[in-house]
């Protein structure tokens, strides 16, 4: 009998549940992928995979409720995605599901199988459960050879889908050499990094417009560890520009120290010609706490290349780490003001479980976290110092943008939303610290 897989994506399809469901239907599953699990769907599945790419869903209501139904209603439910860096944590929200850890592709099929054959689920590699309220936990599985053809279960109505200005993040590589302590990608993927080859790629990207997507941006932490060099990097660009056309393709996010002519060049020339420089902080010793391997004057270098070569620069900040200073905030502020940088992006240190980050906020006192401290203007310490980063981007950008009343009101209520979600993410951590000891590795 054919096995009736429902895929769940809350709130947008992302290029993991993608995954997901691609994977589930090569291994021979007839699969529905939805943003939520509507009845009908539900009562015409046999087995129901939550792919959660957001900590955050771990502590929404409706996700919890989604879940809980599933399994109300007879179904096996297996939860994947960045969370299950921490399956213990899962476990501890959704109770009664597997968690399916790491790349779908290595651990899904012999989970399936397990599932399918009334074989013994504890038996697989990379999944975590718990029996009799005792955890099982069988390692972490091994990762996956991206060489291999992997088809993508694609939705429809992916033009009417808007990520960042994107209808689609694709994927050309996984793992990232660095070791930002805030970041996912080098532990859930590795610190080797795989690509895809070119033809794959391709493929998918003419899939996905099938299904109307037109706008891409390349996702996997930092775009231009694509290849062996910048050689392959630039013919993956031009391949894709040439496919979606130029102005419908994003590479966005990069490290400011892996910069050189002939990648911004790339990036000038078959893309949008932007770069989402990962700035973080505007202070040394803020960059040297999150391990971030640069330092300032490297992002004054790769801002300098990019006016020179022609590509313009939005900068990507981290406000609220622990430890910040208010010193460290106005060393920000004066290298928004130095730069002048095409668009800034402001970011609440969000702690991620199974991050060095994820870990060091259960470990701190609450004064040395300023999420949870209080604020003047906003809720937290965080908020207040987010909103005064924002305000100054507004003014030094190169394009300054006038504080109007909209404005204004429109970036306190940016603002409020993230300082509640971390503030919230943060403080659900440090009710489950015994659960992270030892989880960033
Ligand atoms: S933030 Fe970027 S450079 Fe740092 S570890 Fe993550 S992907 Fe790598």
């Known amino acids: 009998m054919t096995l009736r897989i429902l895929v769940v994506s809350p709130d947008y399809y992302t290029y993991g549940a993608m995954v997901v469901g691609g994977v589930c239907e090569r291994w021979g599953a007839r699969v529905r992928l939805r943003r939520t699990p509507d009845p009908k769907a539900l009562r015409t599945s046999d087995l129901v995979i939550f792919s959660l790419h957001s900590t955050h869903h771990?502590?929404?209501?409706?996700?919890?409720?989604?879940?809980?139904k599933a399994i109300d209603?007879?179904?096996?439910?297996?939860?994947?995605?960045?969370?299950s860096q921490v399956p213990e944590l899962v476990l501890e929200r959704l109770s009664g599901v597997i968690v399916a850890k790491g790349e779908a592709e290595t651990v899904l099929p012999p989970l399936l199988d397990a599932l399918r054959e009334g074989g013994d689920p504890e038996e697989v590699e990379g999944i975590a459960l718990k029996h009799d309220g005792d955890l099982v936990d069988t390692g972490w599985p091994p990762p996956a050879d991206l060489e291999e053809p992997r088809p993508l279960k694609v939705p429809r109505g992916l033009d009417r889908q808007d990520i960042r200005?994107?209808?689609?993040?694709?994927?050309t590589h996984r793992g990232c050499a660095g070791a930002c302590t805030f970041c996912q990608v080098?532990?859930?993927?590795?610190?080797e990094v795989r690509w895809k080859p070119l033809d794959a790629i391709l493929e998918e990207v003419r899939a996905l417009m099938r299904a109307g997507a037109r706008r891409f941006a390349i996702s996997g932490g930092t775009v231009n560890m694509?290849?062996?060099?910048?050689?392959?990097?630039?013919?993956?660009?031009?391949?894709l520009s040439d496919l979606v056309g130029r102005q419908n393709l994003s590479a966005p996010d990069v490290r400011a120290d892996l910069l050189?002519?002939?990648?911004?060049?790339?990036?000038?020339?078959?893309?949008?010609?932007w770069i989402f420089l990962g700035v973080e902080s505007g202070s040394d010793r803020m960059l040297r706490r999150m391990k971030k391997g640069i330092t300032t004057d490297d992002v004054r270098e790769a801002v300098w290349l990019a006016r020179r070569v022609g590509v313009r620069v939005a900068a990507s900040l981290i406000v609220g780490y622990p430890g910040e200073r208010?010193?460290?905030?106005?060393?920000?502020?004066?290298?928004?003001?130095?730069?002048?940088?095409d668009d800034a992006f402001i970011n609440v240190a969000e702690p991620i479980p199974g991050t060095e980050l994820g870990r060091l906020v259960t470990e701190l006192p609450e004064e040395e976290i300023p999420v949870l401290r209080p604020g003047k203007r906003m809720e937290t310490l965080a908020g207040d110092r987010a909103l005064q980063l924002q305000l100054t981007a507004f003014t030094t950008l190169s394009r300054p943008v006038p504080l109007t009343d909209d404005v204004y009101r429109e970036a306190v209520k940016g603002v409020r939303e993230e300082e509640r979600k971390v503030a919230r993410i943060t403080r659900f951590l440090?009710?489950?610290?015994?659960?992270l000891r030892g989880t960033a590795h």
């Open 58 to 68: 771990l502590l929404r209501k409706d996700v919890i409720e989604a879940v809980r």
């Open 326 to 341: 208010e010193e460290d905030v106005e060393a920000t502020e004066e290298l928004l003001a130095e730069l002048a940088f």
């Open 260 to 273: 050189n002519e002939r990648v911004l060049e790339a990036i000038r020339d078959h893309t949008i010609g």
């Open 226 to 239: 694509y290849g062996d060099d910048e050689e392959d990097f630039a013919r993956l660009l031009a391949a």
């Open 186 to 191: 080098p532990r859930f993927f590795g610190r």
């Open 73 to 83: 209603a007879g179904r096996r439910v297996i939860v994947g995605g960045p969370v």
């Open 430 to 435: 440090r009710e489950h610290a015994h659960l």
């Open 165 to 171: 200005g994107a209808n689609v993040y694709i994927e």
